[in-house]
C-alpha cells in the first residue's frame, strides 16, 4: 500500500474535497483538545519539578503515568461498539471523554504539585485514562470519515492540532502558571475543554452510514484477526523500534534546556513554537513525501531523519555545546524529525485497520508505540543521570536505524481497508472494502 496518487474516482470529486476539508478541521480539533493537558503535564511540568529541584530518575519514572497511552486497546473496542448518549458511536464517545477531562481539570486545580504530589500523579494517570481514551476514539472517527488515500493528511491534521495544543498546554498555560499559579492553569485548561465537547456534540457523525458495529460473535476475535493479517510482526517491531527512540530522545529535552540554564518560559516557548510548527510545515512535507515515493520509502526517510536528529543531539551534549543557536537547530531538528515518523506510522497503522473496527486496531498499534516510548523515557533518565545525556541520545540514533532494516519486511494492504465480514471453520477472512 501506498498513498500514491491514483486515477481520478470519487474520493477526488469537489465534494468529496469539501468533505475531507471539514474532516480535517474536526481532526485537527480533537487533536488539539487532547494534546492540551497531556503537553503540560508531560512536557512543562517535568521542567517545574526539575526546577524544583527533583532528581532525573524521578523525572523519568514519572512517565509511568502515561500508561493508560500504552493500554487502551483493552478497552478500544468499546469505542467501536457502543453508541453513547444516542449521538453516534464517533460524536458520543469523543463528547462524553471530552467532558471527562474537563472535570479531572477542575480537580487537578485544587491539587498542586507542591502541596500534594502523590494526589496529583493519581490525577494525571486519570487524565491520561481519558486523554487515551480520546486517542482512541479519534482513530475511529477518522477511519470511519475518510478512504485510505486520505490517511496521510488525516494523521498531519490530527498532528497539527497536537503542535497548536503543545503551544497552548506546553507554552501558553506554562506562562500562565508562571505569572498566575497552579490553579489558574488548570481552569483554563478545564473550560477549553468544555468548549470543545460543546462544539464536538454539534458536529456530524463520520460515515455515510453504511459502517457497522462489530458483531457480538467478532468482537473477542478481532484482536486475532488483526494479529493474523499479513506484515503485522514487522510493523509492530518498527513500531517498538521507533517509539523507544523518539522516547529516549524527547523526554530528555526539557530537563536539559534546564541544566542548560534555560528559564522556564524560554522553554515553554520552545516547546510549543517548535511543535507546532514542526507539524504544520514537517507533518505536511512528510505526507507530500508519502504521497510521492510511497509508504514504505516514506517511514524509511523519516527514519533516517530521526537518526540523524537524534545523532546531532548526541554530538552537542557529548561536546557541551550550550550556543543558543546550536541548541535551536537541535530542538528544531529534532521535533521535525518526530514528526515526519509519526505521520508515516500512523498511516500504516491506518492502512492496515478494519473499518468497522478502526479505533480498536489503530489503538493497538499507538499503544505499542506509546509503551515503547514510555520504556525509552524511563531508561533514559537512567542512561542520562549515570552517564550523560549524550548516551540516551546516541541509543534513540541506533533505534532510528534498526527500525529502516524493518522497512522491506513490512506488507500493507494494497486497496481499502482490511475487513471482518466472513468467519468459517477455518477461522477469520479478510475481505477488502473499497476506499472510497
Known amino acids: 500500500m501506498s498513498c500514491h496518487h491514483a486515477p481520478t474516482t470519487a474520493s477526488e470529486h469537489p465534494g468529496y474535497r469539501e468533505t475531507y476539508r471539514s474532516t480535517y478541521v474536526q481532526l485537527a480539533i480533537l487533536g488539539l483538545l487532547q494534546s492540551i493537558p497531556i503537553w503540560f503535564y508531560g512536557m512543562s511540568l517535568p521542567a517545574v519539578l526539575r526546577e524544583q529541584g527533583m532528581s532525573l530518575h524521578l523525572i523519568g519514572l514519572l512517565a509511568m503515568t502515561f500508561l493508560p497511552y500504552s493500554l487502551s486497546f483493552i478497552w478500544a473496542p468499546i469505542f467501536d461498539m457502543v453508541n453513547p448518549l444516542g449521538l453516534g458511536r464517533r460524536r458520543g464517545w469523543l463528547v462524553l471523554i471530552l467532558?471527562?477531562?474537563?472535570?479531572?481539570n477542575l480537580?487537578?486545580?485544587?491539587?498542586?504539585?507542591?502541596?500534594?504530589?502523590?494526589g496529583l500523579v493519581a490525577i494525571i494517570f486519570l487524565i491520561s485514562f481519558a486523554s487515551a481514551s480520546l486517542r482512541a476514539a479519534t482513530w475511529g472517527y477518522a477511519v470511519a470519515a475518510l478512504p485510505r488515500d486520505r490517511h496521510c493528511w488525516a494523521t498531519v491534521a490530527i498532528g497539527t492540532g497536537a503542535g497548536m495544543g503543545a503551544l497552548a498546554g506546553g507554552t501558553l498555560l506554562l506562562a500562565v502558571f508562571a505569572e498566575l499559579g497552579w490553579a489558574s492553569t488548570q481552569l483554563i485548561s478545564a473550560a477549553s475543554l468544555a468548549i470543545g465537547a460543546m462544539i464536538v456534540g454539534r458536529a456530524a457523525e463520520p460515515g455515510s452510514g453504511d459502517e457497522q458495529p462489530l458483531p457480538s460473535r467478532l468482537r473477542l476475535a478481532a484482536p486475532l484477526h488483526l494479529l493474523r493479517r499479513a506484515g503485522v510482526i514487522p510493523l509492530a517491531l518498527l513500531?517498538?523500534?521507533?517509539?523507544?527512540?523518539?522516547?529516549?530522545t524527547f523526554k530528555m529535552m526539557p530537563p536539559r534546556l534546564v541544566d542548560l540554564g534555560f528559564s522556564l518560559a524560554e522553554i515553554g516557548t520552545l516547546n510549543g513554537v517548535v511543535t507546532c510548527a514542526s507539524w504544520v510545515i514537517g507533518g505536511a512535507a512528510a505526507a507530500w513525501i508519502i504521497r510521492?515515493?510511497?509508504?514504505?520509502?516514506?517511514?524509511?526517510?523519516?527514519?533516517a531523519l530521526l537518526a540523524g536528529a537524534s545523532g546531532l543531539s548526541a554530538a552537542n551534549a557529548s561536546i557541551g555545546a550550550n550556543s543558543p543557536m546550536l541548541i535551536a537547530v537541535e530542538f528544531v531538528g529534532f521535533y521535525?524529525?518526530?514528526?515526519?515518523?509519526?505521520?508515516?506510522?500512523?498511516?500504516?497503522?491506518?492502512?492496515?485497520?478494519?473499518?468497522?473496527?478502526?479505533?480498536m486496531d489503530v489503538?493497538?498499534?499507538?499503544?505499542?508505540?506509546?509503551?515503547?516510548?514510555?520504556?525509552?523515557?524511563?531508561?533514559?533518565?537512567?542512561?542520562?543521570?549515570?552517564?550523560?545525556?549524550?548516551?540516551s541520545f546516541l541509543a534513540s540514533a541506533i533505534l532510528a536505524l534498526a527500525g529502516i532494516c524493518l522497512v522491506p519486511l513490512l506488507r500493507l494492504p494494497r486497496?481499502?481497508?482490511?475487513?471482518?465480514?466472513?468467519?468459517?471453520?477455518?477461522?477469520l477472512e479478510c475481505d477488502a472494502v473499497p476506499a472510497a
Open 99 to 104: 467532558a471527562a477531562m474537563a472535570l479531572l
Open 107 to 118: 480537580l487537578s486545580a485544587a491539587t498542586p504539585p507542591a502541596d500534594n504530589l502523590a
Open 239 to 248: 513500531s517498538i523500534a521507533a517509539g523507544l527512540g523518539m522516547g529516549a
Open 292 to 303: 510521492k515515493l510511497g509508504l514504505r520509502w516514506g517511514l524509511a526517510v523519516d527514519l
Open 336 to 359: 521535525i524529525a518526530m514528526s515526519f515518523v509519526l505521520v508515516g506510522t500512523n498511516s500504516a497503522f491506518m492502512a492496515t485497520a478494519g473499518r468497522e473496527s478502526g479505533s
Open 363 to 391: 489503538t493497538a498499534f499507538s499503544c505499542l508505540m506509546s509503551f515503547a516510548q514510555m520504556g525509552g523515557a524511563v531508561i533514559a533518565g537512567f542512561l542520562s543521570e549515570e552517564a550523560g545525556y549524550a548516551t
Open 415 to 427: 486497496n481499502g481497508h482490511a475487513s471482518l465480514t466472513n468467519i468459517d471453520k477455518k477461522g
